[in-house]
C-alpha cells in the first residue's frame, strides 16, 4: 500500500467555508505555476528560434498549404433534366449509372462546349 505524505493542513478538520478557501488558494497556485511554466517554455522556444535564425512566428507558420484546386468544369450532362451535370470527377450520380445501364455511353451525355 502507497502511503501519503501527510498535508500540512488537516483537511479533515476545515469547514465548508476554509475548505472553499484552501480550494481558491490551490486553484490560484496552479494557475501561478503554470504561467511561469509557460513563461520558461516562451523563453526556450524563442532562443532555439533564434538559433535556426527564425523568428517564432516563421516556426509556427509552418508550410504553406496547397492552392485549392479550381472547381471542375462540368462534362456530363442528364438529357432528361438539363440542370443535372457531372464533372467526371468523383462517383457517378445516379443518373450517368442509369443511361449506362440503358445502353448509352458517356460520350452521348457530353456536353458540348
Known sequence: MVQ??????EISKLNVKQL?????????????????ERKELAAEFRQKAAELGMTPEEIM???????KR???????????NPSRT???R???PVWVKEALASGKTLNDLRIST
Do not use: F, N, T
Open 4 to 9: 501519503r505524505k501527510k498535508s500540512p493542513v
Open 20 to 36: 472553499q478557501e484552501l480550494q481558491a488558494q490551490i486553484v490560484d497556485r496552479i494557475d501561478a505555476i503554470a504561467d511561469e
Open 61 to 67: 507558420r509552418g508550410r504553406k498549404r496547397a492552392r
Open 70 to 80: 479550381a472547381p471542375a468544369k462540368q462534362k456530363y450532362g442528364d438529357p432528361k
Open 86 to 88: 457531372w464533372s467526371g
Open 90 to 92: 468523383g462517383r457517378q
